[in-house]
Structure formats: C-alpha cells, structure tokens
C-alpha cells in the first residue's frame, strides 16, 4: 500500500505545482509587473477630490491643478545642480536635503521632490525637464476654495506621512489626504480612486510606450460629491457677525439635527492651507497661542454653560413632580445654602416656573435641583437619577457627529462625589451649584444648541451632522434616528412659554424682534485666568441659546462670546440676528447688527496678551498659562 500511496503524492504535488507555474506564466501574467520592475514605470492618474457644496447649491470647495515634482534618487544622472537649484529658486543645502529623504523613502521608488508648483513654475521646469533624470512632473489636483471662511468645516488637504503609508497601502510617498474638517471625516468618499498606467523602457530607461498596450491600466474614479447642512448665508453672517471678537456659534435645524452654521473665532482663509506656503502659515496659525485659530471653539471648547442650564434643572424638576409650574419658592435677592453661604440674584418675592425662567432666578433653580436630589432616601441615588436625565439631552456624551473632533463635556455623577467627598456627609445642598449650571458641569457649545434642539422638538433630537448628501450613496441612518430623553413631552410646554417671556418681558426684552416670537435664556460666565501661579480676573463671557420661532421652530442656536460681558451684551444680540436672519431671511434689528459690527472686544483681549507677555518675561516657560472658567454665584443672566 505504501508503495502506491507515496508516489501518488508526489506525482499529484508536481501536476498542481506545473498546472499553478503554467497559470502563472501563461494565463495570468499579473506578476510579470513586478519581476520586470526595472523595465516597467509606474505612474498613477491622480483624480480630482469630489466638489463640497453648501445645502442651497452653493459651491464651496472646488479644484485647481496643481504639479509636483518627483524623484526617483538611483536614476539621478549628469546632473546640473545649479542650473537646477536656479530653475526651482532652491538652494543647494535644500536640495540636498530633499535627496536625502527621497533616498531614505526609497532610492528605487518615485517620491515628491517640490510640492504643489503653480502653472508658472510647471511651464518653466517642463522646459527643461529632460535634462533632469531622474525628476519628472506629476500632476494632482489641489483645493479651489469659492469662500473666505469656514476653514474649520472643510479641513485641508496635506501630505502623507510614513505612518500613513504604512498603515493604508493605498498611499504612496507624496499622496495628498484630508485633515480636520470633512476633508478628513470623508477622505475615503472625497479622494476617489487613482488610475495606474503602465510604461514600457527601453535600455536607455526612456519610455517606448504602454506596457502589454495597456492591458493593465486602470481609470481614476472621481470623488463623490458632498452636500454639506451649512447654510452659506448664515454661516458668512456669523462669521462677519464675530470679527473682533472670539468664540462660537452653533446653529441647528431642530426637525433634523443638520447643522446650519458651525463657526469659530477667530478664523482664517482656508485658502493660507493651499499651495507651497501651506506649511509655513499652519505653522504660523499653529503657534498663535493667544488667539489659537486652529481651536475650534463650536466643538471643543468647554465651559460651565451657566443660566442656560436652568431650562434643564426645571424640566427634571417636573419630571420627578417635586413641584409643578405653579410651585412657588420666595426669593430674597438670592439663595441661602448653609451658614454664611448666600447665592446672589437680582430676583426678588414669589418666584414660579414661569418668572423663574424669565427673571433667571437662582432661588427658584436651586430649590428645584435641591428637592430632585433629596426626594429619594440617599443623595447618591438621586444624583444618579438627575445626571441620567441630563445626560438625555445629549450633555456629557460625545454627540457621535461626522466630524472628527469634539469634547464631551462633564456631568457628575454619584462616582464623582463620592471621590470628592470620601467621608461622605454630601447632599443637595453640598452641591446646589449644579442647578444652576456651575460646579462640576461642563458643556459645548454644540451641546448647548443641541440642548435647545431637544426643547423645540419637546423631548427629542436628532444627532448633530454637517453632511446632507453623499452623490449616489445614503446618509448614515444614526443621523435620522430620533432620541428621546426621560422628559416627557408634556412638561416641555411651560418652560416654553418661560422661554418665550425671556424676550417678551425678561432679561432679553431689549433684543425682541417685531412680528416674531423667540424663545431663549441668557447666560454669564466667570472668566480667569492663570499664568505663573497667579490667578486674574478677566471680563466676564457671554452665552446665549434660543430657538425659533416658538411654534414649528426652524433653528436652535448656542452663542458664547469671550470676554463679552454678559448675556445680553453681546451673545444675545448675535443669536437674534442669525435667528432673523435665517427666519426672515432679512434683518430688521439693524441698531443691534450696526453694534455687532462696529463694537471689538480685541481689547479685552489685549489685556490677557500683555498679563501673558509681562508674567512671561518673569518666568521661563510659556506652559506656566492656564486659563480657566468658573461661573459666579452671583450670575443673574
């Protein structure tokens, strides 16, 4: 048996051996591209990235050509240095330096020499460039912005790095990928898909023609396009309506969670990010410490939201039926919390839910919060049971959005108090600062506007997103799922009619809009800063939320201004007009928007550049600078 057994095994491994060579060699000559690599040049057909358009149509981002100059270093020949270094207007250590690293990439394989030359530039080396070898163009398309503004949105478009190429065999040395912004977020939608094309050599390494008469070569496939939420009206208003000063804006369409306008301050031209002097302004943006352009404020800035929070506190507070809209608690111009301690606000006499939303009366919020934590038997439990609620609202939770960065924010929980308070002894009152949005809380502005989404839906919201459409491919079915927080709707109704009284006879009442009803909350936030282990009092910020109009609302907005006083100084001006703006589509509050326009708060701002600059020459390191925001207990907004 064995005598037939083994021959047979080896008779069957030598038919599959020659039948797989015999494949190999004859039918699929696949791998001849790789064993005949010297006499076969690679080049890839770059396509063009899909073009960004804003929810109207409006073009935003568009392509321009653009040409590298690559290398190839083991192919480099009799060449002219200078005469080389003068057509580029390098130097010679430059061009050393480039070798070097295209040699240490690979000295057998392409790589970018000079990046991104003009049309100019092109025409003046292709002159010349068969002098070079070794050195060839390769064309790629580079972005065509149509705006001046929203480079926080779109991202840019930059080099690979080895790590990338590393991990993505899809990139090669001097591929062009997306970074922040959409650009990164849809890189893979965006960039398409880059044909190859196969060139035969001669001995002399000059190109003859196609290789096997292109039986290999494939077309590139143009990126899709995208649709953005943005409304392009808006989203310039904003940004016009924030020179001189800094901060964000977060506007959303509550009925579907896009958003319609996403801006931080201050910005910059996303154009400085294209072309040979890319790196050289990021680098400059980069360092801006002081104004920091590359932060975006909308997504990661955070900070205690304040008054606004209060909407929050009375809608638990309903919830949890520890008082209904006609509870009253007497207000004495503040809230008393234990011995000595006294929480100041301009409120005074019997305050409801009604007058305590429109008069932001910390009595009022502080008795609500106060009563939700000690209706059950342990404070732990009922700590828990609020940050649950909150946390319904989409407050401290990444929102999931389709953007690349984002903070959470911060709502405590039982976990953090026992941490704080290890010997126990806490109850509502030991922290009643959370019900009207200090201590522990933290939040986003794009929480804030999401926040006010949820009370104009009456419970429900949509995850925040900035893409409407992907040409021929649906929408991610997160962004068209309603959830719901623990708030039944029926209590949302009175807070409302609070919320409207806000501009009706409130502390918003000056930024009323005729023929238009409005709901928001104005909010103040405490605003220090630390540099050398020494603390300052800066200008208070300015936050501001509403939504319109009150029936079948189209927009929630979150405004915060640094440094901008109060509520209704700056950030509530601000949100009325985006909000008249995009309702009405025209602007009758022009008193506020000539004061939006002519009034800077730059400086404010120069005042926390020379308290910086002055500590600074006393100490040796920049990282001594930690600013900080707490609200104050006096807050009245």
């Given amino acids: 048996m064995r005598k037939i057994v083994l021959p047979s095994i080896i008779i069957v491994a030598a038919v599959v051996l020659i039948a797989r060579i015999f494949y190999l060699q004859i039918i699929d000559d696949s791998l001849k591209l790789k064993s005949e690599n010297n006499a076969i040049k690679k080049v890839f057909d770059f396509p063009e990235r899909g073009y960004i358009y804003d929810r109207n149509d409006k073009l935003l981002v568009a ?14 020949k009799n060449l002219d240095t200078l005469d080389f270094c003068n057509l580029l207007k390098i130097d010679k250590e430059e061009f050393l330096q480039k070798i070097k690293k295209a040699t240490t990439y690979s000295p057998r394989l392409p790589s970018v020499f000079l990046a991104q030359l003009n049309k100019k530039e092109y025409a003046a080396f292709q002159e010349k460039e068969r002098k070079f070898e070794g050195f060839y163009t390769q064309k790629r398309a580079l972005r065509d912005y149509q705006v001046n503004f929203g480079a926080n949105i779109f991202g840019f478009i930059t080099q690979v790095n080895e790590a990338i190429i590393k991990k993505n065999p899809y990139y090669n040395s001097g591929d062009l990928i997306g970074k922040q912004g959409v650009e990164q977020e849809y890189e893979d939608i965006l960039r398409g898909v880059k044909g190859v094309k196969y060139l035969l050599r001669d001995k002399y390494n000059k190109v003859i023609g196609p290789y096997k008469e292109g039986k290999f070569d494939t077309l590139s496939q143009q990126g899709k396009d995208l649709t953005l939420t943005i409304d ?3 989203q310039k208003y904003g940004t016009e309506l924030m020179v001189n000063k800094r901060g964000g804006i977060v506007a959303i369409e509550p009925k579907s969670g896009e958003i319609l306008a996403l801006v931080s301050a201050p910005t910059y031209d996303p154009a400085l990010l294209v072309g040979r002097q890319r790196s050289k302004n990021y680098t400059a943006l980069y360092h801006d410490s002081i104004a920091n352009p590359l932060f975006d404020r909308g997504l990661l800035a955070q900070y205690p939201p304040g008054s606004p929070f209060k909407i929050v506190t009375g809608l638990i507070g309903l919830q949890e039926e520890v008082v209904t809209p006609e509870t009253g608690f007497v207000c004495h111009h503040g809230f008393s919390y234990g011995a000595g301690r006294f929480m100041k606000c301009h409120d005074s006499g019997l305050s409801k839910l009604n007058n305590g939303i429109y008069n932001s009366c910390n009595t009022y919020f502080c008795s609500v919060y106060r009563n939700t934590i000690d209706k059950f038997k342990n404070s732990s439990k009922g700590v828990d049971i609020w940050s649950n609620h909150v946390k319904s609202f989409g407050l401290g939770n990444y ?23 290890p010997n126990g002894g806490w109850k509502g009152s030991t922290i009643i600062s959370n019900g009207i949005g200090q201590g522990e809380i933290l939040t986003t502005p794009l929480q804030l506007a999401n926040m006010m989404a949820v009370v104009a839906n009456k419970g429900y919201y949509f995850t925040p997103h900035i893409v409407k459409k992907i040409k021929n491919q649906p929408l991610d079915k997160k962004f068209t799922t309603k959830h719901y927080t623990t708030v039944d709707a029926k ?24 023929d238009m009803q409005i709901c928001g909350k104005t909010g103040t936030a405490e605003n220090k800063i630390r540099v050398a282990g020494k603390t300052y009092q800066l200008k208070d910020h300015s936050i501001f939320v509403a939504f319109a109009p009150k029936e079948n609302p189209t927009i929630a907005i979150a405004v915060f201004v640094e440094n901008g006083y109060w509520g209704n100084r700056f950030a509530g001006p601000i949100a009325t007009l985006m909000i008249e703006k995009y309702v009405n589509g025209e602007i009758t509050r022009k008193d506020l928007e000539t004061r939006m326009f002519s009034q800077s708060l730059e400086d404010e701002y120069k005042k926390i550049e020379n308290i910086i600059y002055q500590r600074f020459s006393e100490t040796t390191s920049v990282q001594d600078i930690k600013p900080s925001v707490t609200l104050k207990e006096e807050e009245v907004n």
């Fill in 232 to 234: 392009y009206e808006l």
């Fill in 491 to 514: 209590y949302f109704e009175p807070v409302i009619e609070g919320l409207a009284d806000v501009y009706n006879k409130g502390t918003a009442a000056s930024l009323k809009v005729k």
């Fill in 63 to 76: 392509n321009q050509p653009s040409y590298d100059i690559m290398v190839i270093p083991r192919e480099i």
């Fill in 399 to 421: 929102m999931g959005t389709d953007l690349p960065i984002g903070k959470k924010g911060n709502i405590p929980t039982s976990k953090t108090y026992e941490r704080l308070y």
